[in-house]
């Protein structure tokens, strides 16, 4: 199969053959088209997971969460986040 790379990217994609990140350009728009196939994938993840959210909210299934709830949640993720970085932190040194 032969594909003709539009002029705005023909540039991009020579660099990136030049620069030896890819031995040719196939391997250029292999790595382009994975990343878009991977892309999608996630797309449609995101869509199932969102379009179960609404399912959820739509049966009443959703919570409210009032300033100090939300503060109290934003503030846990916060420390976990705090303890899992001292942690990676502990085990680089």
Do not use: C, Y
């Amino acid at each position: 199969m032969s594909v003709d790379i539009p002029a705005e990217f023909q540039q991009f994609v020579q660099s990136a053959v030049e620069s030896g990140s890819f031995h040719s350009e196939a391997e250029v728009i292999g790595e382009a088209l994975r990343l878009l196939q991977q892309r999608q994938s996630r797309l449609g993840l995101l869509k199932e997971q969102i379009g179960s959210a609404i399912g959820q909210l739509d049966r009443g299934e959703g919570i409210e969460l009032d300033d100090e709830s939300l503060a109290g949640f934003f503030d846990d993720i916060k420390t976990r986040g705090r303890k899992r970085r001292e942690a990676q932190q502990q085990g680089d040194a």
